[in-house]
């Protein structure tokens, strides 16, 4: 089983700063990783699939970068809507086994 | 507009079956891009992926599950459920149904719905 690491498991960031985030894979899933935001009382969403490309609707200010084990999002500005819970997920196996990481919870410094 | 939407007992007695229902609406539950899903999510656990099922009914199950999991689809229903059978305290979780793309992304996901096992 790949498992999935997120850092930090805190991020507090100022509205308007960037925040980085770090995910890493035990061993390689390639491109194949996956970036979903959570908000209290709400389902995950899909912000970036193939490790750089945001999903449908998902503003510029999201981006992902990384292949391999190591991956990364990045906010480039933080608006108050991005507060949240933030986790990586990894498809690179065939047959399916979706495996996600702790998350990071982005809060306000 | 895709809808999905979790029905099922909210409280479940240890050693029982634990069974869910995912009705979608808005789209057609045989498009041949998409797998239909089940994720869960604890504080002990995070998020949990238990399985997937295609409009045909082929499935894929997590392994640390799949002794106890039985997905099937319903497509005239527009509808796949979920049994998962000896519950205990550690099954506890919010239980999404989502839309899985080509068997990797849940990219739209129902609500949730809290299922505690408890006697």
């Known amino acids: 089983e790949i498992v999935m690491t997120q850092s930090p498991a805190t991020l507090s960031v100022s509205p308007g700063e960037r925040a980085t985030l770090s995910c890493r894979a035990s061993?390689?899933?390639?491109?194949?990783l996956a970036w979903y935001q959570q908000k209290p009382g709400q389902a995950p969403r899909l912000l970036i699939h193939?490790?750089?490309t945001r999903a449908t609707g998902i503003p510029a200010r999201f981006s992902g970068s990384g292949f391999g084990t190591e991956f990364t999002l990045t906010i480039s500005s933080l608006q108050s809507e991005d507060f949240a819970i933030y986790y990586c997920?990894?498809?690179?196996?065939?047959?399916?086994?979706?495996?996600f990481g702790g998350g990071t919870n982005v809060e306000v410094k | 507009q895709l809808q999905l939407q979790e029905s099922g007992p909210g409280l479940v007695k240890p050693s029982e079956t634990l069974s869910l229902t995912c009705t979608v609406s808005g789209a057609s539950i045989s498009s041949g891009s998409y797998y239909w899903g089940w994720i869960r999510q604890s504080p002990r656990k995070g998020l949990e992926w238990i399985g997937l099922i295609y409009h045909n009914g082929n499935s894929h199950y997590n392994p640390s599950l799949k002794s106890r999991v039985t997905m099937s689809v319903d497509t005239s229903k527009k509808q796949y459920s979920l049994k998962l059978t000896s519950v205990t305290a550690a099954d506890t979780a919010v239980y999404y149904c989502?839309?899985?793309?080509?068997?990797?992304?849940?990219?739209?996901w129902g609500q949730g719905t809290l299922v505690t096992v408890s006697s």
């Open positions: 193939g490790a750089s």
């Open positions: 989502a839309r899985i793309y080509g068997a990797n992304l849940g990219d739209f």
């Open positions: 997920q990894q498809y690179n196996n065939w047959p399916p086994a979706l495996t």
């Open positions: 061993q390689s899933v390639s491109s194949n």
